[in-house]
């Protein structure tokens, strides 16, 4: 990739006394070259896939993705870094969106890199719109690359919106056709995934009807046909609308048939970029499986594989460590790594303690690789979950006895006459021990849509204080017990009943 597109265009800037966008295309003077340049705008286009997918798993301090892991117990950590102990703390506080809190990064900056990506994109098919042609020109004027652009650029916008609509509980709705960006007024974050969903439609019927291959160094390792785009877009759609919920009523609220259809025509290859570890990074790994007793794999889930283990990590001052799990599921011996000894704070509370590293991926600050962020196993198990919502059990059930589930864990095969309860239980185990780090928030998502995050955990981030500040809007937040509401925080959990 070219160095001089992978940093690029902030260009949002918020104010005014009203819940309003004021969208300030203050470009650079380069950025305006840029834009006027088809060569140029085809290599500001080959730096979007970059810019949406570094900044979700950029560095501890800009993304909310360590603190969501832990937040979703599946992993742990008793550590500040990233807003991981402030959020996962027991009982769970409210979240400080305030200017002054240490962590504030964690939210302000990934609600501004998304907002750069889907400027990005928006800049481009702008000028598409209005008649620019990029690559060779054939005998009718038409650009070879216009139409691989156009559908590229509506996939970011799609994927940006989406991850938007899923980590806040507003946003503001803004595309290559929105005329005056001052007058957009928040939507809620339904809204916002139906306008990714949007988005991600334009990329598929773009990408059905026209040939095309993107290069091998937009999404770093691998080159994409017009068709595998097309079911990648496919892909992130399901993944936005499952995901969505922010309770169990809601997720029972899901068009499961359109899930289906998304997933059914859906990836047929794991996406995951070649982390080169020189330009291409996922801090995911370095700063929590990478970094030895910097977080850990959180007792809930070895408890999953072996119902005689804790799962909750007991206070060491009154019991003795737990020592190790045994499971009839080969995982707990190949993706996970016992280590008798936890360094975590203990005044911080045992409850974060573990004695379990996930080391399924070879990947690391040493160890260059393939970094899987959506993998075809998450879209089969979502369209078996799907296929189960549309009175398909017997059909779910294959899918689930065709992979992980048999094929890596070497567990025996669900019968046909399992209850729909523990067929669920079956389906969300799989997800659980299979899906760790493939993909910003899933633990998270899944946690949220079936009512499970502690009491008190919030169900989705407010708007960066920032952002209020300039808009001269009130802060708000969500979070803490006294606030648990079932609609913006969490009333749940997860702990069995005693």
């Known amino acids: 990739m070219k160095l001089k597109y992978i940093i690029f265009i902030l260009i949002l800037g918020l104010s005014g006394c009203t819940e309003l966008l004021d969208v300030k295309y203050d470009n650079k003077p380069d950025v305006n070259i840029v834009l006027e340049n088809p060569d140029d705008v085809y290599g500001l286009a080959s730096g979007l896939f970059y810019n949406w997918y570094i900044n979700q798993y950029y560095s501890y301090t800009y993304s909310p993705v360590m603190a969501m892991w832990t937040m979703a117990d599946q992993g742990t950590s008793s550590w500040l870094n990233g807003g991981m102990y402030d959020l996962s703390s027991e009982p769970r506080a409210a979240f400080n969106n305030t200017e002054e809190y240490d962590w504030k990064l964690i939210t302000e900056t990934y609600y501004q890199k998304m907002y750069s990506a889907l400027s990005q994109s928006n800049d481009i098919l702008r000028v598409i719109n209005n008649g620019m042609e990029i690559g060779k020109l054939n005998s009718e004027g038409k650009g070879a690359d216009t139409e691989m652009i156009r559908a590229f650029s509506h996939f970011i916008q799609g994927v940006a919106l989406g991850y938007i609509g899923l980590t806040f509980d507003k946003g503001f709705i803004v595309t290559e056709n929105t005329e005056d960006p001052g007058a957009v007024i928040a939507s809620d974050y339904k809204a916002v995934i139906d306008s990714a969903v949007a988005a991600l439609d334009k990329c598929i019927e773009i990408a059905s009807n026209n040939s095309f291959t993107v ?45 289906y259809n998304y997933a059914n025509n859906g990836i047929l290859r794991d996406l995951a970029p070649f982390m080169d570890n020189v330009s291409w990074h996922n801090y995911f790994f370095h700063y929590t499986v990478s970094r030895d007793n910097w977080v850990r794999i959180d007792a809930r889930i070895i408890n999953l594989m072996d119902p005689s283990y804790p799962y909750r990590y007991p206070d060491l001052s009154q019991e003795p460590a737990p020592g190790q799990a045994t499971s009839a599921d080969a995982r707990l011996l190949t993706d996970f790594t016992y280590d008798g000894v936890c360094n975590f704070r203990p005044e911080r509370g045992y409850y974060h303690f573990s004695n379990y590293e996930y080391t399924r991926y070879p990947y690391s600050f040493s160890n260059p690789d393939y970094v899987t962020d959506f993998s075809v196993t998450e879209n089969d198990l979502i369209k078996a979950e799907a296929l189960f919502h549309n009175g398909q059990k017997n059909t779910a059930i294959d899918i689930i006895n065709s992979g992980t589930r048999v094929t ?17 239980k079956a389906l969300f185990y799989e997800r659980d021990i299979e899906l760790i780090m493939t993909g910003y928030g899933i633990a998270f998502f899944d ?19 920032k952002e209020l500040n300039v808009m001269y809007m009130p802060l708000y937040t969500f979070g803490g017990v006294e606030n648990a509401d079932g609609i913006n925080t969490s009333n749940g959990g997860w702990f069995p009943a005693k």
């Open 408 to 424: 890596r864990g070497n567990l025996p095969p669900l019968s046909y006459s399992i209850s729909d309860e523990n067929f669920l």
């Open 447 to 465: 946690m949220r849509r079936r009512d499970m995050l502690q009491t008190g955990t919030p169900l989705h981030f407010p708007l960066p204080a």
């Open 215 to 259: 290069p091998d160094d937009w999404i770093n390792g691998s080159e994409y046909s017009n068709n595998e785009l097309a079911r990648l877009a496919n892909s992130f759609a399901a993944r936005f609308l499952v995901y969505c919920p922010r309770t169990a009523a809601e997720n029972e609220q899901v068009d499961w048939q359109k899930v």
